[in-house]
């Protein structure tokens, strides 16, 4: 058993490690993949100042992103391209400049094609700040792996 662990945890890393070097979106806004496994992940993003909104905090859709992408890193950990078909984000605190803010995923359930997650965002006191959850949809057949890396 604790073999199967290990191979899916080190594919969900091959796929974390190719699906990144692609990733420009996520590297821009200087997230960082913390932890990865089968359906689930963690990342980490600091506010910047060029991520503030009129208000000094930092803008919605920049949270909804970090989400989005721990979430997309989460449901393509099993080598199958695996899109978005649907999220739902409540923002519940502002984003300060300065705050690491942390995102989990977790998978709450994958049948067949479709997939449901969960994203918690916290800044670095513990504090939720965004909550997502996110719908996906798996195209069987199709790895993110190349065949060579299989």
Not at 21 to 27: F, G, P, T, V, Y
Not at 87 to 93: E, L, M, T
Request: proline share 3%.
């Amino acid at each position: 058993m604790a073999d199967v662990a290990e191979d899916t945890r080190t594919l969900a890393e091959r796929v974390r490690d190719h699906m990144w070097a692609a990733d420009r979106a996520s590297q821009g806004m200087g997230m960082q993949v913390a932890a990865i496994g089968p359906g689930s992940c963690t990342m980490t993003m600091t506010v910047r100042e060029d991520m503030l909104n009129g208000y000094g905090t930092c803008q919605g859709g920049l949270l909804t992103a970090l989400a989005d992408s721990c979430f997309a890193f989460a449901c393509n950990a099993y080598n199958e391209i695996t899109v978005a078909a649907g999220f739902d984000v409540q923002i519940v605190a502002p984003g300060k400049l300065g705050d690491r803010l942390v995102a989990t995923a977790v998978e709450v359930s994958k049948t067949g094609r479709l997939g449901v997650y969960d994203v918690d965002v916290r800044n670095q006191r513990g504090e939720r700040v965004l909550a997502f959850r996110g719908r996906s949809y798996t195209m069987k057949g199709k790895p993110v792996l190349p065949s060579s890396e299989d």
